[in-house]
């Protein structure tokens, strides 16, 4: 069998684990195979994306990176959105960007993915994303962290602006909404309700990260701001994200905890925040979230309620 | 990797029992895009990357130096610099025992964003806290549009420490950190400042000196 390479389909370098993982996993890629041609012969069907519990369960399953930006176009609504406003896009380019905003977009693109390979070809089409996005969305305007978002997206949809465009809106406004704001008043919430779900379920690993001294703010807001994308690893934070379009904000909750659960043990462990924070920044060289399908299967396996989420939010929406 | 004595200062073989260990919180605010996060990679790992990512939230290491008998331990709480990121700041500089306010030389805006997180740090800081003012890029002087004696001179009226550093060419990197380093307190019970820890909806706790034998 051939080695794995060492640059993924999406063109990042891999890391040792990964390389690693790869080689202990065969069965791994059979999955994959399989899982490719299940929804090839769906994508041949007359109406393949058609709402359903069956393409719930399929993309819970993980969308094969050829149909990811069809699928995510549909799932999220943004499909319908662009034969409403078929040139809502162009037209932005018709104004003046602001110079100040421009400017803060033009510092963080030549270091959003610097080692990604294929990265290059995509800088003028992120700088144009982001700038047409901030216009269109004057109130979120610029947050850094977008720019790991509107580039993830690009490389999924191989360059096309304009399903970027739509693609960044439905995640900023719709699943994550208010947490890029000036005044980060979804992001403060929605951290204060992921506290309040560990405190219930894990307060033993609670009362640890309180004894060193580490809020979860701290290790959560890149969670909540990238949605993961530069925090999990490649193939698993587009995982999330395939959910994330079809099933929407339920799952950052359900994503956080399950990689708290996931650590949880290790948390206890630790003897330092030094410790702390290492294990953290792992993350996304730790096996047990490299296995996408064992780490998502995990995910739609824990017990959160959308009910439960939206009680915490409304005791928490007068913060700040 | 880490070289622990790389931070300069005196060697010291180990099991020396006159050593001492303290641990400090210093935390790096400053415009986005002024070097932050490359400083403290200097620092800690002696690497440089030229697009380094920008950092979302804040990033946490450590590195120690050297001075005489005394180890001093730097938990290094770097942040965002994006001016939407202001409003988590407080977390990050609470009970911090030490401060770097980073500006770029080539960037008049960074140097009068950094006098205000000099005077932020005045107000709400730890009374205490050490803060150091440091002018990165140095190694792009030729672009220069912060004059040194013009920021030296707003150090020395504020009590901050001074220098101009790059993390490209480490030149004062080290330095700053451990000039830093002498400046802060080493001695047992020097203060109930010592080695608090940032939390989130409690009250600062204390946890004993900063110092143990």
């Not at chain 1, 078929?86 to 993915?113: A, G, M, W």
């Not at chain 1, 780490?295 to 913060?319: A, D, G, P």
């Not at chain 2, 500006?103 to 005077?119: E, L, M, P």
Request: glycine share 4%; aromatic share 10%; net charge positive.
């Amino acid at each position: 069998m051939a080695q794995a390479s060492e640059i993924d389909e999406y063109g990042f370098k891999r890391c040792q684990e990964e390389m690693r993982f790869i080689e202990e996993n065969k069965d791994f890629f059979t999955k994959l195979t399989k899982q490719l041609m299940a929804w090839e012969a769906l994508n041949n069907r007359t109406n393949p994306f058609f709402k359903s519990t069956m393409l719930k369960n399929f993309i819970r399953k993980g969308v094969p990176l050829n149909l990811r930006k069809q699928v995510w176009l549909k799932m999220s609504g943004s499909q319908r959105l662009i034969q409403l406003h078929p040139n809502l896009y162009e037209d932005l380019f018709r104004n003046q960007f602001q110079k100040e905003i421009v400017d803060s977009i033009k510092i963080d693109i030549p270091r959003t993915f610097p080692d990604n390979i294929y990265f290059d070809k995509y800088k003028v089409s992120l700088y144009n994303v982001l700038s047409a996005f901030a216009s269109h969305n004057p109130i979120v305007s610029y947050c850094q962290g977008l720019n790991y978002i509107a580039g993830m997206i690009l490389i999924v949809c191989a360059g096309d602006e304009e399903a970027t465009f739509w693609l960044l809106k439905h995640l900023v406004e719709i699943v994550s909404p208010e947490y890029h704001t000036k005044t980060m008043k979804g992001l403060k919430r929605d951290i204060e309700v992921v506290t309040e779900l560990i405190k219930i379920r894990l307060p033993v690993v609670n009362e640890k990260m309180n004894e060193l001294g580490l809020p979860w703010i701290v290790i959560m807001t890149k969670w909540f701001i990238c949605l993961f994308a530069e925090v999990l690893p490649i193939e698993t934070s587009l995982r999330v994200w395939d959910a994330l379009f079809s099933e929407g904000y339920k799952i950052i909750f359900r994503t956080s905890l399950a990689i708290v659960l996931i650590l949880k043990d290790d948390i206890m462990k630790v003897e330092d925040i030094n410790e702390l924070a290492e294990l953290f920044r792992n993350i996304s060289k730790d096996v047990r979230f490299i296995n996408s399908h064992e780490f998502m299967k995990f995910v739609f396996s824990l017990k959160l309620k959308r009910r439960e989420i939206q009680v915490l939010r409304r005791n928490y929406s007068s913060i700040n | 990797m880490a070289n622990n004595q790389r931070g300069g200062g005196i060697q010291r073989p180990n099991g020396a029992t006159q050593n001492k260990i303290c641990q400090f919180k210093l935390v790096l605010l400053g415009e986005s895009a002024v070097g932050k996060s490359s400083l403290v990679l200097r620092f800690v790992k002696g690497q440089f990357h030229e697009y380094q990512e920008s950092t979302i939230g804040a990033a946490f290491l450590t590195q120690t130096v050297h001075i005489e008998e005394t180890a001093v331990k730097f938990e290094i709480w770097d942040t965002a610099g994006q001016e939407r990121y202001h409003s988590l700041a407080p977390m990050y500089y609470r009970g911090a025992q030490a401060a770097i306010v980073v500006y770029d030389i080539q960037n008049q805006d960074s140097f009068v964003r950094a006098q205000t997180w000099v005077k932020e740090l005045q107000r709400q800081a730890s009374p205490n806290i050490v803060i150091a003012l440091a002018g990165n890029k140095a190694d792009l002087a030729a672009s220069r549009a912060v004059d040194y004696e013009e920021a030296k001179q707003y150090a020395d009226e504020n009590g901050l420490l001074f220098m101009e550093t790059s993390a490209k060419t480490a030149v004062n990197v080290n330095e700053i950190f451990l000039a830093i380093a002498k400046k802060l307190p080493k001695n047992e019970g020097t203060g109930p400042q010592q080695n608090i820890r940032p939390s989130g909806n409690e009250t600062n706790r204390t946890s004993g000196n900063c110092c143990s034998k």
